[in-house]
Every structure is written in C-alpha cells, then in structure tokens.
C-alpha cells in the first residue's frame, strides 16, 4: 500500500484547504484511512477518519464543524477539506491507512502512511 498526500500551502487565517491523499498498490475495502498532523515540536496527532467502504467519519474536538473527510472510490482518494483554518492548524498532514473494523486515534494504530504535505496558516 502507497499513500501519497498532497495539497498543502500556505494560507490565511479563515480560509481553505483541500488536502488530498492517493491510495494505491490494493484494494481498500475493510480499510479505514486517517489523517493526523504533527506541528513542530508537537506530538503527531489525530485529525479525522473514514472508513472506505461505507463512508462513516471520527473527527478530533478540534476538526469538528471545520474540516470534512471525505473519498472517491473511483479515484482510489480521501480528500480533507478544511475550512476556517487558524493560525493552530499549521502542522504537517500526513494520510495513514489501517485494515481493521474500528477507527484508531493514535499514530501507532496505522500500518500506512503517506509522505507528509505541510499547512501553513497565516495569522
């Protein structure tokens, strides 16, 4: 399995994100695919979850009613739109895949992981 994420940049403080990561290399039915974001100096941490077959979302405290997991079957993609991004959220994103029937929230609980694509908000 290969993830690639991408979609990173630099932006101001209230506006968007879509940062989108490419799986290949399988097939993801019974997968469930992460996104976390490690900030410098920071532990790498949770951000949000969707399961692949069926859709069914975990968002962190701190994604709730700001960012949107997402996938496109077709495309083999999980996408996270971010919006009203704040100066906290500069981290570098990273997309992670796990082949279980539940959802993990630690970094450790993945078995995939993508290469990393780095937010920067802009007070």
């Known amino acids: 399995v290969q993830l690639q994420a991408s979609g990173g940049g630099l932006v101001q403080a209230g506006g968007s994100l879509r940062l989108s990561c490419a799986a290949s290399?399988?097939?993801?039915?019974?997968?469930?695919m992460g996104w976390f974001r490690q900030a410098p100096g920071k532990e790498r941490e949770f951000v949000a979850a969707?399961?692949?077959?069926?859709?069914?979302?975990l968002y962190a405290d701190s994604a709730k009613g700001r960012f949107t997991v997402s996938r496109d079957s077709a495309k083999n993609t999980i996408y996270l739109q971010m919006n009203s991004l704040k100066p906290e959220d500069t981290a570098v994103y990273y997309c992670?895949?796990?082949?279980?029937?539940?959802?993990?929230?630690?970094?450790?609980?993945?078995?995939?992981w993508g290469q990393g694509t780095l937010v920067t908000v802009s007070s």
């Open positions: 290399g399988g097939t993801f039915s019974g997968y469930r």
């Open positions: 992670a895949a796990r082949r279980s029937s539940w959802h993990s929230l630690i970094p450790s609980g993945y078995g995939y």
């Open positions: 969707i399961v692949w077959s069926g859709g069914s979302t």
